[in-house]
């Protein structure tokens, strides 16, 4: 279905140009190839004049008791904080909602704070059930090469 301007939802693609699927990987293929339809794995929104704006990799949305959260959202909460350098925000199992909010923050330099004086930070900026459940301090998020965070290594911290 496709969404007003301004509506997030998955962005899936068309035409000619679409690759005929992974090699050797049929499986995979059928996940993401449907009725000439790929599923990019992309969730974004599409402006007034048509424009695409990828805002998040489906993958890394928090499903928290049916709701998608966005960890962009609370990053941005995060981000906004005066004593906070880096924060990234990841989905952890939870035998409740299905998934909770984990933050990893790192502090800049000199700056001092407390998890619960944090998430106390995002309850008062955030709806209640966006705000972290657990907070974790280090001294650098893992990242690649070109400096994009792993969400990947952040969840593995989780087991």
């Not at 140009?17 to 992309?42: I, R, S």
């Not at 960890?71 to 939870?94: F, K, M, Q, T, W």
């Not at 409740?96 to 001092?112: C, D, H, P, R, T």
Request: with cysteine; charged share 30%.
């Amino acid at each position: 279905n496709e969404l007003p301007p301004g509506r997030q939802g998955e962005i899936l693609i068309s035409g000619p140009q679409l690759m005929k699927g992974y090699w050797n990987k049929p499986e995979e293929t059928a996940k993401v190839l449907k009725n000439g339809w790929l599923y990019t794995g992309d969730v974004g929104f599409k402006d007034e004049d048509g424009y695409f704006f990828i805002t998040e990799r489906k993958k890394d949305l928090i499903i928290k008791g049916g709701e998608n959260i966005t960890p962009r959202e609370i990053e941005e909460v995060l981000y906004s904080h005066p004593a906070i350098n880096e924060a990234a925000v990841v989905g952890i199992p939870d035998d409740v909602y299905g998934e909770n909010i984990k933050a990893f923050v790192v502090l800049k330099a000199g700056q001092s704070a407390t998890a619960g004086e944090i998430i106390e930070y995002c309850q008062g900026k955030l709806r209640r059930f966006k705000s972290p459940k657990e907070l974790v301090f280090l001294d650098a998020l893992p990242k690649n090469l070109i400096g994009k965070i792993l969400r990947k290594e952040l969840r593995k911290m989780n087991s």
